[in-house]
């Protein structure tokens, strides 16, 4: 059974600040997502990485993945107040495409 | 991008009744549909997987008889909570995955979610 861990669950940030979200998964995952979501809302698709060794980046936040140690980390770059929000990795597992298993949530706050 | 639509954004309704939601894709054809459920503060459970055209695979846990899955076509797929009570009321969303000629691809497509109070 595929199981996604995050951490941490609550991030308090001041802006311009810089820091790191991880996501941890139990087994094989070749489709790693990861996702944001504001109170009330659905989710918004931030990144798809597919391989290992992927990296990718838009504007503040970058994400990679290396499949060996099943870890996926987000990075925040000089974070700024609109940033704040709950994010999500979700792996996949075999060949079902979309049927994905969430991690907990980071909840982000990005503070003055 | 490639849209994918709820209906409706939210319900209130009395314990016993039966609420359906609809899942659209709205410019393209889905054939695998998910339903996913949210309670406050947590994250997302996946509960059932929709197939155009087949019977719909539940997630350990989630009683089929109580969470009716209709998959008709291509772009539309209902969850149907049957008999809801209290316990029932969660945020719901569909996501796609999105067939382009022959290949499926990678990003799914969320839906804008559906707010259920079961009162």
């Known amino acids: 059974e595929l199981k996604v861990e995050q951490n941490p669950l609550f991030l308090s940030m001041q802006e311009g600040k810089n820091y790191t979200i991880y996501c941890n998964y139990s087994t094989t995952s070749d489709r790693l997502y990861w996702y944001r979501q504001d109170p009330g809302k659905s989710l918004e698709s931030l990144f798809v990485l597919l391989s290992n060794g992927a990296v990718k980046q838009e504007g503040r936040l970058m994400a990679s993945l290396d499949t060996k140690a099943r870890l996926s980390t987000l990075h925040i770059t000089a974070a700024v107040h609109d940033l704040s929000a709950t994010y999500f990795c979700?792996?996949?597992?075999?060949?079902?495409?979309?049927?994905?298993?969430f991690g907990q949530g980071t909840i982000l706050t990005v503070h003055p | 991008g490639a849209v994918v639509s709820q209906h409706p954004s939210w319900v209130i309704c009395k314990s016993g009744t039966s609420v359906k939601i609809e899942c659209r894709s709205l410019d393209f054809q889905a054939t695998t549909m998910f339903w996913y459920r949210q309670f406050p503060k947590q994250s997302l459970m996946l509960m059932a997987t929709s197939n155009e055209g087949s019977k719909a695979t539940y997630e350990q846990g989630v009683e089929k008889d109580k969470f009716l899955i209709n998959h008709a076509s291509l772009t539309l797929s209902t969850l149907t909570v049957t008999s809801a009570h209290p316990e029932d009321s969660s945020f719901y969303i569909c996501?796609?995955?999105?067939?382009?000629?022959?290949?499926?691809?990678?990003?799914?497509?969320f839906g804008p979610g559906t707010r259920l109070l079961v009162l």
């Open positions: 979700a792996a996949a597992g075999g060949t079902s495409y979309g049927k994905l298993t």
């Open positions: 996501s796609a995955t999105r067939l382009a000629g022959a290949v499926i691809q990678e990003t799914q497509y």
